[in-house]
């Protein structure tokens, strides 16, 4: 079949699907489990489970009609369902009656999901961590704590990554599950964060029951289930196209012409070297993007996080600088959600400034990119590991 | 932008490149792999060593084979005048090769500005009037052909043309003009058959032909931090010329020059930086110290995912100048900007990734025997070249810093009470 024809079934099909539910008055979830039933969710999915079976590049296709129309981003409303649950699921799941129990009402976003991976002992060393699962008839048994969950508190469904076999070395003593947030045992606080707000929760988990069936993939390959789910967040993290000049740029770039008092020359240059690292970043995606289309990605798909965050920060520290001792004023630490209506959820500049320091380490923290360009990219040599080869149980731990 | 798509030269005779942004060409692939070829063999470190300390400091064998058997020295100039026919862009991947390679020759003078001068005055009216064409065309043809070589004249001010900067003045005889005058440090000069000079005449600055051997022209050789990218002192006593491009043209043909000439020395840098980048990862690998491979140091191994970060960057900018410059779309692409954004992208990423090269080889990166000195002095000079880099953030900082996109973001002002309501 070729790509043509293809692109004409995705345009027909959004186009009709936008005609028969205009998103402008039908409520998001009608609208989305319409994109859903038509195949337009992830449209490389197969037929039946949000998908058409075609390129994978196809989706800014559909997404464009769509959005286009006045449809929302599903990835804004269920980040964590959207971009990590539904490809780990399809992929990972032990049946299709899983696939479609859960697959339509994350479309829909009736299902928030959340992702159950960091842990207060394990961060970069993912690997390395310690809740337990313990089979129990047709079901698991899970205990630990979760940290750094965005959304937990919304949450229908957990993305959760366990401990099976404590006895053999840590990735392959992983198995991977997804656990109902609304099952006995499974206990959400916020974690409040250096903003004041409270974006993220600690999960608690006590004698949680899992079915056997909500198992994705083989006990023992968690890790391996893993990294499709962290490989699908990176490239949502770093992915996305972008004008020239949008984003936190743009702020920074708005802020200083909206306060000609306040410039001087060594600022003007130090914005001039930012406003060019976010435009070679920019041009580095939308080559990414061109390669993308005619073979697999090339190194420069794999630079955007690292590059996104640490210009966030030095951008939003710009901004600071700019404003001097205006900048020393806050709107009050009274906590609230990340989730907040109304004003653009980022807050104001200085509640950026705060919340960017999270950007180097959320998502894997800028060492671990690091170390992934010169290993995977460059093909550099690994560190030296203190705990390989070792049982999980007798590595040191603190 | 129609504004600057109307500064060109009426009719430029580059053809304009419909291939999407970032796609090469199955043609392409195959020309930058003969070209690697090529380089690898008559191009190798002994051979550049060989060539930069010769007089000249290139192989004109190599030259003239790179012109007249691989056709890669005017590979955007039209069929009609003895070119390949192709676009800038074909003309880029055969200068990132060659970038790569260190390559000796006149690249500078010849195919970065001198060529792409001539092929722009060839479409402005000038020349039609004056009967010139048919003698720009035996030029361009010699100079793509690697047969004669040639140098570019004009003192660029931070790699802009300044018509008050010209140093040359030209007279009127009765054969055609008389230039007197002296331009320093002009690349590739030493060696060049034919020089082209911007003089002011009776109505204001134009670009004139000179016979480098002839009369009236005198060049001081200059001693330079890079051997491979030599500089002579040009001093012209009413030397006999011929005029390219008058009053009304000159200044067009000239930023046309200098900009494409900045978007090839930016591919250039990324070749370039590109090989260092690869030596200096297979260095890391293989070097032991404390027992282990110096790369599996995080130390090491984060500088060197800097450099890539670097290097992919100035790729992308190089890239979409090259694209800007040859867009037959006409779309917002703004040649001006995005030549500057490479300059000065590129200048600073070749520099980063020749300092580290050299720091990470350690000991042996600093010896003459080692080919990171070569590359370190080249990305100096390219950087200093058609403006430096800070001169051309200064650039970027007039075009984009007055033109928010959007709304500036509220900043807090202690007043509210924690639920973020507007001020």
Request: proline letters at 5%; aromatic letters at 6%.
């Amino acid at each position: 079949m070729s790509a043509g024809t293809d692109s004409d079934r995705v345009t027909q099909a959004a186009h009709r699907v936008v005609a028969e539910h205009d998103p402008r008055s039908v409520p998001i979830p009608e609208f989305l489990g319409a994109c859903f039933d038509a195949g337009l969710s992830w449209v490389h999915f197969p037929e039946g489970l949000g998908g058409l079976g075609v390129s994978r590049g196809l989706q800014a296709v559909a997404d464009r009609i769509l959005q286009d129309a006045g449809g929302p981003v599903p990835l804004a409303l269920n980040p964590m369902g959207y971009g990590m649950a539904a490809p780990t699921v399809r992929e990972h799941a032990q049946s299709d009656d899983v696939r479609k129990t859960l697959l339509r009402p994350l479309a829909t976003t009736e299902d928030i999901w959340c992702q159950l991976f960091s842990e207060p002992g394990a961060g970069s060393d993912l690997a390395g961590l310690a809740t337990s699962a313990v089979a129990d008839g047709e079901n698991w048994v899970v205990n630990g704590q979760k940290v750094w969950t965005s959304l937990a508190h919304r949450a229908r469904w957990g993305l959760l990554l366990a401990r099976t076999d404590p006895n053999v070395p840590k990735h392959r003593g992983l198995t991977y599950f997804v656990l109902d947030m609304h099952a006995d045992g499974v206990q959400t606080r916020p974690l409040r964060q250096l903003t004041g707000h409270a974006e993220f929760n600690e999960v608690y988990i006590t004698d949680a029951r899992i079915p056997d069936s909500y198992r994705l993939g083989a006990v023992g390959d968690g890790w391996r289930v893993a990294m499709t789910t962290l490989m699908n967040e990176r490239s949502a993290l770093g992915g996305s196209a972008s004008r020239r000049g949008a984003g936190a740029i743009g702020d920074a770039v708005a802020l200083w012409a909206s306060r000609p008092d306040l410039h001087t020359p060594v600022l003007r240059d130090r914005l001039t070297i930012l406003w060019l690292r976010a435009e070679s970043q920019r041009l580095t995606s939308e080559r990414s993007r061109a390669s993308a289309t005619v073979g697999g990605p090339g190194p420069e798909g794999s630079i955007g996080k690292l590059v996104g965050a640490e210009l966030n920060q030095h951008i939003y520290g710009f901004c600071m600088d700019l404003l001097g001792p205006e900048g020393l004023l806050y709107d009050g630490y009274a906590m609230r959600d990340g989730a907040a209506s109304g004003e653009d959820w980022r807050g104001s500049v200085q509640q950026r400034f705060l919340r960017s320091r999270a950007n180097t380490i959320e998502g894997g923290t800028s060492e671990v990119m690091r170390n992934i360009l010169a290993e995977r990219v460059l093909g550099l040599p690994g560190d030296l590991r203190a705990d390989a080869g070792m049982p999980w149980k007798e590595i040191p731990r603190g | 932008m129609a504004e600057k798509l109307a500064d060109q030269p009426e009719g430029a005779a580059e053809k304009l490149a419909d291939q999407p942004e970032f796609t090469f060409t199955d043609e392409q692939k195959q020309l930058r792999a003969a070209l690697r070829a090529f380089c690898a063999e008559y191009a190798d470190e002994s051979s550049v060593r060989a060539s930069m300390e010769s007089d000249p400091p290139f192989d004109a064998k190599v030259w003239s084979r790179l012109g007249s058997e691989l056709g890669v020295l005017g590979l955007a100039v039209p069929e009609a005048q003895g070119g390949a026919g192709g676009t800038l862009i074909d003309q880029a991947v055969a200068v990132e090769e060659l970038g790569a390679a260190l390559a000796c020759g006149p690249l500078f003078g010849t195919v970065y500005l001198v060529i792409p001068a001539l092929v722009a005055a060839l479409g402005s009216g000038d020349a039609s009037e004056s009967g010139d064409i048919s003698k720009i065309g035996e030029e361009l043809a010699a100079l793509a052909d690697g047969t004669r070589t040639a140098a570019f004249a004009v003192g660029d001010v931070a790699g802009e043309f300044d018509a008050a900067a010209v140093t040359v003045d030209a007279a009127p005889t009765h054969q055609g003009w008389a230039l007197t005058g002296t331009v320093p440090r002009v690349v590739d000069a030493g060696a060049a058959d034919s020089l082209l000079v911007a003089a002011k005449g009776p109505d204001g600055p134009g670009i004139y032909a000179v016979d480098a051997k002839g009369p009236g022209v005198q060049r001081i050789s200059l001693n330079t931090l890079d051997l491979t990218r030599p500089q002579a002192t040009v001093e012209l006593s009413d030397a006999p010329a011929r005029l390219v491009a008058g009053a009304d043209y000159a200044a067009r043909v000239i930023t046309r020059a200098l900009q494409v000439g900045s978007a090839l020395l930016a591919v250039e840098q990324v070749g370039a930086a590109q090989h260092l980048l690869d030596l200096s990862v297979e260095y890391a690998k293989a070097r032991l110290q404390f027992g282990r491979p110096i790369g599996s140091f995080q130390a090491v191994k984060h500088r060197l995912a800097d450099d890539l970060v670097a290097l992919e960057h100035a790729r992308s900018t190089a890239y979409h100048a090259i694209w800007a410059l040859s867009d037959g779309t006409g779309d917002a692409l703004d040649p001006e900007l995005a030549v500057s954004i490479a300059q000065a992208t590129c200048s600073a990423a070749f520099t980063q990734v020749a300092t580290d090269t050299i720091q990470v080889h350690g000991g042996i990166g600093f010896t003459w025997e080692h080919q990171a000195h070569l590359y370190y002095k080249r990305a100096y000079t390219d950087a200093a070249l058609l403006g430096t880099a800070e001169q051309h953030r200064a650039r970027v900082a007039e075009l984009v810093l007055g033109v928010p996109g959007k709304d500036a973001p509220r900043v807090a002002t202690g007043t509210a009470t924690g639920t973020g309501a507007p001020s």
